[in-house]
Structure formats: C-alpha cells, structure tokens
C-alpha cells in the first residue's frame, strides 16, 4: 500500500532547529506536490508549508521565513527545515501530499504525523 512516514520530531529548545522527513513508500514514481501541516493541542490544523509541482513554495505568516520545504526525487521524500523554532511551533506535524504511483495513477495520502515540542 502507498503511504506516507514521517519522521524528526522530538523535544527542542526555542531557537534551536529540527528538520522533519516525509517519506513516500510502495509502488511510487515519485512524489507530485506535498504540504506540511501542524495542530496544537487547543488550535485548529494549520498548512504551514506547501511545495507544489512546479517547484513552488507557499508559507504563512506564522513561519515565513523561518521554516523551508525542499524535496529529494531520488529518494521519494519531502523535508521541513524549522529555525528559530518558537514554543508556539509545539504540535504534531503531517504531511499531505499528491502522490503518482509507478501505474501513473494520482493519489491523496497522509502521514499519522510527528510530535515536534519546543520547549526550554
């Protein structure tokens, strides 16, 4: 089955950095366009960074520049590189992304996430 694994999180200080893998595994010809969510435990979900087909980035307010997305084709994967990480940057962090599979199907998945807690 296709699916997507994330990986990376855990426990920083604030300022510190953490990058976040998003890995595609099965039969994958590679990875479409792919978005970087997060939710806080009394927040809403929020995208906090999208990488679409074309190469293009989007970010909000909230990270711009602070947070970057970059893919690796070869290896199937996406990563979020967070600097100057804030404690309000605490929350478990998905990843959605358009995946094409080796039958040159499209499809939706999403990871289960990664715990990211910024904290001194």
């Known amino acids: 089955q296709v699916q997507l694994v994330e990986s990376g999180g855990g426990l920083v200080q604030p300022g510190g950095s953490l990058r976040l893998s998003c890995a595609a595994s099965?039969?994958?010809?590679?990875?479409?366009?792919m978005g970087w969510y997060r939710q806080a435990p009394g927040k809403e979900r929020e995208l906090v960074a999208s990488?679409?087909?074309?190469?293009?980035?989007n970010f909000p307010d909230s990270v711009k520049g602070r947070f970057i997305i970059s893919r690796d084709n070869a290896r199937n994967t996406v990563y979020l590189q967070m600097n100057s990480l804030k404690p309000e940057d605490t929350a478990v962090y998905s990843c959605?992304?358009?995946?094409?599979?080796?039958?040159?199907?499209?499809?939706?998945?999403w990871g289960q996430g990664t715990l990211v807690t910024v904290s001194s």
């Open positions: 990488l679409s087909s074309s190469g293009s980035t």
């Open positions: 099965g039969s994958i010809f590679r990875i479409n366009s």
């Open positions: 959605n992304g358009v995946l094409i599979t080796s039958a040159g199907r499209y499809l939706e998945v």
